[in-house]
């Protein structure tokens, strides 16, 4: 049985559907990944998720119950990281964690121990009695993975945990990240940053309109799209006969030549950087740059949904 | 208790604005103290003249008396029957108020119950000063003639009367008496305090993401709401202490003297309530630390100017009073100067305070419900 199952789920903004038919089914002990553009449903799932929104249809079952406003025990074993930072600005650091956390957990000294760790795993030492105002961004959203997270849960649901941080702190997050489901909690992360996504999720739902587009590892996504290796030659100087033997190579599909810059899309799996880099040794042809790229998701976002991810 | 304790520690972070208007508060009530005790003020009164007209419609025994009767307060110009003249005549402040006599003034005023037409400004003191010569004449003429006297024996006993008056001393006024002094300003310090502060905390509670955060969490909404509750009632006691402690420090021995002492500290806990209600308004409303700023500048001060807090009731013209009544501060100042200048409390002056009580606890509840609905409408729009 899956740790999360959501079925049929529906949610309308008036005339706006923000969630429509969703299905999706969450191991124990993975890393899932939401990705999405902008406005394409991810938070919206994670309020339902957690009962803060009705939903018009559809069921949500998290450890095999029904997730309703009252499921208190459910939401005892959840965490949640908001997309903004959500802490009380007249409490210090230490005050914060320590009042998000006494929201699960009443034992005093247990929750003393609890917010010590919570604070060494976020690298928050030394900040202890700062209030939030003093904190740089990266800082502050450390402190908002804190207080989600102190209380040790067996559900971490992250939505968006990264924005407007610095590639340092994101990184620290990343690991911290991978390092909570390593340590047994399961992970929802949801962004619309799809290099992160790529690197810690071990499953990925693409969601745009509401609708899941498609589920699987990222192997598997980029399995499913036409496009394979991606080849660039710069500065290449090339006659319409050699452009033409080129567009006709193996399992090239799609060919761009402007201003000495030549790309190459390939079908399928497989390097084909050589055979390009034989012919042109052969037609004593020279150039400035020359790189090959595996496909990314957000290649696989493009061809399923006919636009770049960050539209 | 972790929501309880939040609130608290919130309020500690903000005791030096607490601490701030206490001791403004203190330094200004502390010297008009010693002002008042000066005795500069001791009551003297003396009587005013003023100009007014009178258009004689009648021309009869009463209408003749009225006018002498008159004579004998003010000075009295005869004039001509010209509304438009009448009323140049006030708005140019030649006279400050014309009374019109009616034909058939025996029959109609005396006998009836029609009223004298007067030409004045409105809610100005010589209206209600006049009126009450006017009223006075014809109150003791229909005393005398229920007494049996003739039509003239009674005019004459009226204008007789007027010559008797009486020498009024009295021992304190409103300006030399400490506790109405200090205890009549204490609705600012309540609602600025309250306002400034459980506002700004409160607000933060508003935050959506911290709301959501709190709902997904595994305490229940009543725990969470019933601590929240209790922390503001904290607060505000706290506050009621700290407030009503400053004012009995500046009169101590006055207010220990006082039979109403306790009524003028119940009194201090119901405007503390409306201020409490009013800070969770505040706080529900604003969404930046601006508009906390600038809810509690216009609560506090419109309140206390509207409600006869920063101006004596008695002062307020007709309007402004009529207004003053939708604030719990117009009651709390009412019940102040009655608990100031009255040893004995009446049966209807009982009953004129706790109506004042009523009324302001009555305004929290409205500011709680006012408050609550729109947060929840606002919630939804979310």
Redesign the interface.
């Known amino acids: 049985m899956s740790m999360i199952e959501i079925r049929n789920l529906v949610k309308r903004y008036k005339d706006t559907v923000a969630l429509d038919h969703l299905n999706l089914d969450i191991e124990e002990g993975e890393i899932f990944g939401l990705l999405g553009p902008n406005g394409s449903g991810k938070t919206t799932v994670i309020?339902c998720l957690?009962a803060?929104l009705k939903f018009d249809k559809g069921s949500i079952k998290i450890f095999g119950q029904e997730m309703e406003?009252?499921s208190?025990?459910i939401?005892?074993q959840?965490g949640?990281v908001?997309?903004?930072?959500?802490?009380?600005?007249?409490?210090t650091v230490y005050?914060n964690i320590d009042?998000?956390c006494?929201?699960?957990v009443p034992d005093k000294r247990e929750r003393k121990k609890l917010v010590e760790e919570a604070i060494a795993f976020t690298g928050l030492e030394g900040y202890e009695k700062k209030r939030p105002k003093k904190l740089s961004g990266g800082l502050l959203r450390r402190l908002n993975i804190a207080?989600?997270i102190a209380h040790k849960p067996r559900l971490i649901i992250l939505d968006e945990p990264t924005v407007a941080v610095d590639p340092q702190s994101r990184n620290k997050i990343l690991e911290g990240i991978c390092q909570m489901n390593r340590q047994g909690s399961t992970i929802i992360y949801t962004s619309h940053y799809m290099e992160e996504v790529e690197q810690i999720c071990s499953r990925i739902a693409i969601l745009d309109k509401g609708r899941c587009l498609a589920l699987g590892t990222k192997e598997e996504l980029k399995n499913m799209i036409k496009t394979g290796e991606k080849v660039h030659v710069e500065g290449i100087h090339l006659t319409p006969e050699q452009l033409e033997v080129i567009c006709h190579m193996p399992q090239v599909f799609s060919t761009v030549y402007e201003d000495a810059d030549l790309t190459l899309r390939f079908q399928g799996t497989g390097s084909h950087l050589l055979g390009l880099l034989h012919y042109m040794e052969e037609e004593n042809l020279t150039c400035g740059r020359c790189f090959s790229e595996l496909p990314t998701l957000n290649d696989v976002f493009l061809e399923i949904t006919g636009k770049e991810l960050r539209d | 208790m972790k929501v309880y304790k939040g609130y608290l520690i919130a309020l500690k972070r903000n005791v030096s604005t607490v601490i701030l208007y206490c001791t403004i508060f203190f330094g200004v009530a502390v010297s008009m103290v010693y002002l008042s005790n000066r005795g500069e003020n001791t009551g003297a009164y003396s009587q005013e003249r003023l100009a007014i007209g009178i258009v004689d419609r009648d021309n009869s025994l009463w209408s003749q008396a009225l006018e002498k009767y008159l004579e004998q307060y003010h000075d009295v110009t005869v004039m001509e029957d010209d509304m438009d003249e009448l009323a140049e005549a006030v708005y140019g402040r030649r006279i400050r108020y014309a009374v019109i006599i009616p034909e058939n003034f025996y029959e109609e005023c005396i006998q009836g119950e029609r009223k004298v037409e007067s030409v004045t400004e409105s809610g100005s003191q010589w209206e209600y000063y006049v009126n009450s010569r006017v009223d006075n004449f014809i109150n003791s003429a229909r005393v005398y003639l229920a007494g049996g006297y003739t039509q003239e024996e009674a005019a004459e006993n009226v204008l007789d009367t007027a010559d008797i008056q009486a020498q009024v001393e009295l021992e304190s006024s409103r300006e030399d008496l400490g506790i109405y002094n200090v205890f009549r300003f204490m609705p600012y310090l309540y609602f600025s305090i309250l306002c400034f502060v459980l506002g700004l905390i409160q607000k933060e509670y508003q935050n959506i993401d911290i709301r959501r955060r709190l709902e997904a969490s595994s305490m229940t909404l009543k725990n969470k709401n019933i601590q929240s509750l209790l922390a503001f009632l904290t607060v505000g006691i706290f506050s009621w202490i700290l407030c009503e402690g400053i004012g009995i420090a500046t009169c101590f021995s006055e207010f220990w003297s006082s039979p109403n002492k306790w009524l003028i500290l119940l009194n201090g806990f119901t405007i503390m309530l409306g201020a409490l209600a009013a800070a969770f308004f505040v706080g529900s409303m604003a969404r930046t630390e601006a508009a906390v700023n600038g809810m509690a500048n216009v609560l506090s001060l419109g309140f206390c100017f509207l409600g006869g807090i920063f101006v004596p009731l008695e002062l307020l013209t007709g309007v402004v009073r009529r207004i003053g009544q939708f604030f719990p501060t117009y009651w709390y100042a009412q019940n102040i100067s009655i608990l100031s200048f009255n040893e004995t409390l009446t049966d209807s002056l009982k009953t004129t305070l706790i109506q004042g009580m009523g009324i302001q606890i009555l305004f929290a509840l409205a500011c709680v419900a006012v408050a609550l609905t729109v947060g929840k409408a606002r919630r939804q729009e979310e």
């Open positions: 309020n957690l803060l406003p009252d208190y025990e939401k005892r959840i949640i908001m997309q903004n930072v959500a802490v009380f600005h007249e409490l005050e009042y998000f006494g929201l699960y207080c989600g």
